[in-house]
């Protein structure tokens, strides 16, 4: 399995630049096709007479086109020197249904968490939770800030043996393989044996694929699951954590609900999610 054809979330914000320039060094690893998918921030007014807000969204309409225009030409400039396979699509905030049908012919959707200090990428405070789940397909978030590799050399693989966690783990294979070190890291507690399945010797999965895995079981933890896998990924001085949706164990609420929220708000690393 490999990555031939990923979509790369782009704005008009301050961290478009580095989030593109880091999406083509994937795709050129991967001989991926590159799709430049440009979303825009589309105000919805829900007051009577329309009639009143038609000039100020003719005004907001023609600035945004402005700013997609440019962003288009910058991908291309961009593009073309890195020698990718790319072509490029724009949508506006609201139309969420085009939008996902669009990243379900990618193989991986890469996009920055919300930075609540830039405008520009003001999609909606749960757009990033509602598209991982509508999607179906795995999406690798990026902090809003900061510098990371264009290569993931030891990843933490956060593991319950559960078919959320199977499926992060299937989707995240290209990554997997190519990484120096796996870190599996699970938390032994009690088992709903009415309900979970058998445990099975994931390491011994992964090496058949050429992973080369490390252990890492853990008794308890004290901290919600979000705060403790931040915490175990920065101790394993990991480049990136690999997880999905957890049933019946701690883990459930791991990309459920509230924990979703705070991977994405405190993420000081990129994450793959799938669900």
Do not use: C
Not at 10 to 19: G, I, K, P, T, Y
Not at 76 to 91: E, H, I, L, P, Q
């Amino acid at each position: 399995m490999s990555y031939k054809s990923m979509t790369v979330f782009l704005d008009n914000s301050a961290a478009s630049s580095s989030r593109l320039d880091f999406s083509l060094a994937l795709a050129a690893q991967h001989d991926a096709h590159l799709t430049g998918l440009h979303l825009s921030y589309s105000p919805q007014f829900y007051y009577d007479p329309y009639a009143q807000w038609a000039p100020v969204m003719v005004e907001w309409e023609a600035g945004v086109q402005k700013k997609r225009d440019l962003a288009k030409e910058n991908f291309r400039t961009v593009a073309r020197k890195s020698g990718v396979n790319f072509d490029w699509v724009d949508y506006q905030s609201t139309e969420f249904k085009q939008v996902v049908a669009q990243a379900r012919a990618s193989d991986l959707s890469i996009l920055s968490q919300s930075n609540p200090s830039d405008l520009e990428t003001d999609l909606g405070e749960d757009f990033p939770e509602r598209f991982v789940f509508k999607l179906g397909r795995p999406v690798l978030f990026l902090p809003h800030s900061g510098v990371f590799p264009k290569t993931f050399g030891r990843i933490v693989l956060a593991w319950d043996g559960g078919r959320e966690a199977a499926r992060a783990m299937a989707d995240a294979m290209p990554l997997l393989k190519q990484a120096q070190l796996v870190t599996v890291l699970t938390v032994l507690e009690k088992v709903d044996k009415k309900n979970d399945l058998p445990e099975i010797d994931i390491a011994a999965y992964l090496a058949k694929h050429d992973v080369l895995v490390d252990l890492d079981r853990n008794e308890d933890i004290d901290v919600t699951p979000a705060d403790w896998l931040l915490y175990r990924a920065a101790d394993l001085k990991a480049d990136l954590i690999v997880m999905g949706a957890y049933g019946h164990s701690r883990f459930t609420e791991l990309v459920l609900g509230g924990t979703t929220r705070a991977m994405l708000k405190k993420m000081t690393l990129p994450v793959l999610m799938s669900h």
